[in-house]
């Protein structure tokens, strides 16, 4: 082999088990440029440069394309070992594709970890919801408890005491009996809350929606609630400003959340006993509002008050008893009206709760 002409040597054997051994000698430049070029240029395509060489004095023989890229792979012919072939990504050299899969890999890889840390931040945060949810379930069994028992006792004292004939006065005697009548009332309006509560939970609650002034839902509400109010230590005032305007409510339903309002402004006030109650009219609705001048809700809070269960764990409003559910009934009641319920306080002045009905 001179560098041009190719020496093959083979064996053959033919019918009758002969063997002959024959030699060929190969141009290689025209076998290369005869018969190896169009396959070459077919595995090419448009993403490769293939080359075929000399090895001794890299005289290139056929190329598929121009190119100044250090090939990516180079191996030695089979049938011509003096030739080798070369092949490189056209466009890029090996620096550059290796860079550019070191890219792609980091992106990968940082996405990748981005995923993984966004799932542990949600498992995190939902675990977390999950575990504030079962506290506030505690509570609420906790408070539920404490509201029961506490009318319970009551009731069953003074039952007792009624029942032995241990009390000769007509008057304590009456005052026993109405002791023991709001205690049965608190009891119920517990039990019908925990009810109502149970029946929002499971969407069964149904409404019988017709129309009303809101003015005559407030008036009967304060006529048979006034006493509790009296016998609070609290005074109220009201103005009426609706203007006689209707809306499409459910009398109950509303009145359960007025009641709820005004019983918040009770557990909330301290020294300053004034509840303020106004109804009037929005360019589109009627509301019926319940101010009260107690310990107000942080702002950090009043996002949260509506959430059932929820209650304030720290400073004088965690003292307050309570189930935790009156304003998420309440906001339940408005979301089946298509009306809403607005908040207006300033922590330690005071709260406003205003329920805006749809006008009719």
């Known amino acids: 082999d001179n560098g041009v002409f190719s020496l093959l040597a083979f064996v053959i054997q033919n019918l009758e088990g002969q063997k002959t051994v024959c ?69 890029s050299s090996a620096a550059t594709l290796s860079k550019k ?24 945060r939902n675990l977390r919801k999950e575990m504030q949810l079962t506290q506030l379930k505690s509570d609420f069994v906790s408070s539920v408890s404490h509201e029961i028992r506490t009318p319970l006792a009551l009731i069953n004292m ?28 608190r009891l119920k309006n517990i039990v019908n809350k925990i009810l109502n509560f149970s029946q929002m939970e499971t969407s069964k609650r149904s409404y019988d929606i017709q129309l009303h002034l809101i003015d005559e839902i407030v008036r009967e509400t304060l006529n048979t609630y006034s006493y509790h109010l009296e016998n609070k230590g609290f005074t109220h005032d009201v103005i009426y400003q ?12 509303v009145t359960e959340a007025l009641i709820n309002l005004i019983d918040n402004a009770i557990k909330y006030s301290k020294s300053d006993k004034r509840i303020a109650i106004k109804t009037g009219t929005t360019s589109d609705g009627v509301f019926v509002e319940v101010q009260d001048f107690g310990l107000g809700i942080s702002t950090k809070n009043q996002k949260l008050i509506f959430d059932k269960f929820f209650r304030v ?39 406003t709760f205003r329920l805006v009905f749809p006008k009719a």
């Open 313 to 351: 764990t720290q400073g004088d409003i965690y003292n307050v008893r309570g189930a935790g559910l009156g304003l998420s009934i309440t906001k339940s009641i408005m979301d089946a009206h298509q009306g809403k319920i607005e908040l207006s306080s300033v922590y330690g002045e005071g709260s």
């Open 101 to 124: 899969r070191f890219k792609v890999n980091l992106l990968w890889i940082i996405v990748l970890i981005t995923v993984l840390v966004l799932g542990f931040v949600i498992i995190v």
């Open 158 to 185: 003074f039952a007792e005491t009624l029942l032995l004939d241990r009390v000769r006065d007509e008057q304590k005697k009456k005052e026993y009996y109405e002791i023991i009548s709001k205690e049965t009332s």
């Open 242 to 253: 609706s203007d006689g305007y209707k809306a499409n409510l459910d009398s109950e339903a």
């Open 23 to 91: 030699f060929v000698f190969i141009d290689s430049v025209v076998f290369i440029e005869q018969f190896l070029a169009p396959k070459m240029q077919e595995l090419a395509t448009d993403n490769y440069v293939i080359t075929a060489s000399n090895i001794e004095n890299d005289n290139m023989v056929f190329a598929t394309d121009s190119t100044e890229n250090e090939g990516l792979q180079t191996l030695p012919l089979w049938l011509l070992p003096d030739y080798k072939v070369s092949v490189t990504l056209k466009g």
